[in-house]
């Protein structure tokens, strides 16, 4: 496996160990406090905004470890199905910080463009990940 490869893993696992430090981090924030409806609907958004993150990083992270020539189709797939739910939510999001149904912004997009073009490139044309994944391996 190569670093590019393997970096990407680290990433994949990176997102999928994101949410779950965000609800230890709030449970520990709020333990023992009030919390007015205000405040937990902002927790709400932001825990809507992770989550499609955290569950295509799973199928992800599960797709990176089958050894098959099809993997690296299989995982462009998912890179822009991440991007498409996430650009949706970021946006439903955002329409309700502007009509002030929530008082944190959502997260901007750009890193998420940049994050799919960038993959999915490196899964379109490395010869490195082609060869890793091909069944007839010596």
């Keep these: 496996m190569g670093i590019w ?5 680290i990433l994949t696992v990176l997102g999928i ?16 406090t009030e919390i007015d409806k205000e405040t937990w609907i902002d927790f709400l958004a932001i825990f809507i905004e992770s989550l499609p993150i955290f569950i295509l990083s799973i199928l992800i992270f599960r797709e990176l470890n089958i050894i098959r020539p099809s993997t690296p189709e299989a995982i462009e797939e998912l890179l822009v199905t991440q991007f498409g739910i996430t650009f949706v939510v970021s946006l439903v999001l955002y329409v ?15 890193f998420d463009i940049v994050y799919c073009i960038v993959w999915v490139s490196f899964f379109r044309r490395s010869k490195r990940v082609k060869s890793y994944y091909e069944i007839n391996k010596t």
């Design 17 to 32: 160990i994101g949410l779950p430090v965000m609800i230890v981090y709030v449970a520990y924030t709020v333990w023992g």
């Design 96 to 110: 309700l910080f502007k009509q002030s149904y929530i008082t944190v912004k959502p997260s901007s997009v750009f």
């Design 5 to 9: 490869l393997r970096l990407f893993q």
